[in-house]
């Protein structure tokens, strides 16, 4: 098993930045990637991005691009995702995902999810 604990959310003005991070314990080397997604209230779940351990891939959804930025840090098993510009549509629930194989857009890809943490952006 994996687990994954999500923080840094917070209530945030149009235009800041918040670092978000995920920290990983368990069977952590059973895992190649991490992803983060979000969902809105009333909305699906979105993909934000995604790092590939070992290699540090990194994608992201367009949406994002250029203002958010993933990393990672493999000696403490945690991923971060820092977060620029944001804007009120980035308003949603962050949570972080482990999977095995990558795939990273794909959420029924990733075998792993935590609890999520609430971002708020208001204008």
């Known amino acids: 098993q994996v687990q994954l604990v999500e923080s840094g959310g917070g209530l945030v003005q149009a235009g800041g930045s918040l670092r978000l991070s995920c920290a990983t314990s368990?069977?952590?080397?059973?895992?190649?990637?991490m992803g983060w997604f979000r969902q809105a209230p009333g909305k699906g779940r979105e993909f934000v991005a995604a790092?590939?351990?070992?290699?540090?891939?990194?994608y992201y959804a367009d949406s994002v691009k250029g203002r958010f930025t993933i990393s990672r840090d493999n000696a403490k098993n945690t991923v971060y995702l820092q977060m620029n510009s944001l804007k009120p549509e980035d308003t949603a629930v962050y949570r972080c995902a482990a999977q095995r194989f990558w795939s990273p857009a794909t959420a029924t890809s990733y075998n792993y999810w935590g609890q999520g943490t609430q971002v708020t952006v208001s204008s």
């Open positions: 790092i590939h351990w070992n290699f540090g891939t990194t």
């Open positions: 368990g069977r952590t080397f059973s895992t190649h990637a």
